[in-house]
Nanobody
Framework: QVHLVESGGGLVQPGGSLRLSCAAS????????MGWYRQAPGKQRELVAD???????NYADSVKGRFTISRDNGKNTVYLQMNSLKPEDTAVYYC?????????WGQGTQVTVSS
């Protein structure tokens, strides 16, 4: 069983930055894929970015060049550095991981970009 806890969300003005963190706990050895998804009101949940244990990354086109995903394998933690935030980035951000063929989700953290 893997338990994911996100932190770092909040209210930020357009053009600002936030850093999200997600720590995985449980009897885990090595998590293959960790990533971030988001869901805005009235919209489907979508991939923001993910990263493999080897460091390969994948980004949604809408965040390329603005967001950076990274991870600390020793701490089973994934980060999302979000720069140049836009109002359309407003959403609940969820951490997800894939471990031994099962996916796990965090509870979500709200990110609001507004002046």
């Amino acid at each position: 069983q893997v338990h994911l806890v996100e932190s770092g969300g909040g209210l930020v003005q357009p053009g600002g930055s936030l850093r999200l963190s997600c720590a995985a706990s449980g009897s885990i050895f090595s998590i293959n894929v960790m990533g971030w998804y988001r869901q805005a009101p009235g919209k489907q949940r979508e991939l923001v970015a993910d990263i493999t244990s080897g460091g390969s990354t994948n980004y949604a086109d809408s965040v390329k060049g603005r967001f950076t995903i990274s991870r600390d394998n020793g701490k089973n933690t994934v980060y999302l550095q979000m720069n140049s935030l836009k109002p359309e980035d407003t959403a609940v951000y969820y951490c997800r991981c894939l471990y031994l063929g099962r996916e796990y989700w965090g509870q979500g953290t709200q990110v609001t970009v507004s002046s």
